[in-house]
């Protein structure tokens, strides 16, 4: 009997020690690449760069993985630098001022006052589990005039970009080159919006 509570000691002190040694947290972030000289002569335009939604999976700070059509699930120690979402809009902020094509690009949460609202929704922001692996990404974008209370113009972008890897930071830097290539075709959409619908 002596025995049997030593062995069952022993067992209950390494399973305690195995519970307490954790696996430290990785952090990830969204980065823009080298984006193109900026244009001269910018439209007079003010542009408020707004909220962009999601499901609840996509704001929090969990990178997402599908397995299947229909079940996803959330890495527990690979993370988010920030919720997705947010650095979605800083992302676009970034991209439509170094383009020097408005007058002016502000963030809606901040006091300017803009002609357009540029608002969005994220449906995508995950790795599709394989094979073969991919990354997936996808948005819509849309422009809202604050005058006459219309939106008048708006993109969707989708596409699943190929893994160069199985780790994790192989899946963010596709959706770092997904995210990119999806923004630049955005950015690329509203200027073609205005140069058929020139501001007066």
Same mark, same amino acid.
């Given at each position: ?82 919720? !997705?979402?947010? +650095?979605?809009?800083?992302? #676009?902020?970034?991209? =439509?001022? $170094? ?5 002016? @690009?502000? %963030? ?22 394989? !094979?073969?692996? +991919?990354?997936?990404?996808? #948005?819509?974008?849309? =422009?809202? $005039? ?5 939106? @008048?113009? %708006? ?34 959409? =509203? ?10």
């Amino acid at each position: 009997m002596r025995r049997f509570s030593m062995v069952l000691t022993l067992a209950l002190t390494l399973l305690l020690s195995a519970c307490g040694a954790t696996r430290p947290n990785k952090y990830y972030a969204l980065q823009l690449l080298p984006s193109r000289p900026a244009a001269s002569g910018a439209l007079p335009v003010s542009l408020l760069v707004g909220r962009i939604a999601a499901p609840h999976v996509f704001r929090d700070d969990r990178i997402v993985y599908r397995t299947g059509t229909i079940e996803m699930g959330t890495y527990e120690y690979h993370r988010w630098a920030e919720p !997705p979402t947010e +650095m979605l809009e800083a992302m #676009l902020i970034r991209l =439509l001022r $170094d383009s020097g094509r408005y007058q002016s @690009v502000q %963030s809606q949460r901040s006091n300017a006052r803009g002609d357009y609202i540029l608002r969005g929704r994220l449906f995508s922001l995950e790795e599709m589990s394989g !094979p073969p692996l +991919m990354a997936r990404v996808a #948005l819509e974008i849309e =422009l809202y $005039d604050v005058k006459n209370g219309t939106t @008048v113009w %708006s993109q969707y972008y989708s596409h699943d970009e190929p893994v160069q890897g199985k780790e994790v930071s192989a899946v963010v830097e596709a959706l770092t080159r997904n995210v990119q290539s999806g923004l630049q075709q955005i950015t690329a959409g =509203l200027e073609q919006y205005f140069a058929s619908h020139p501001p007066r």
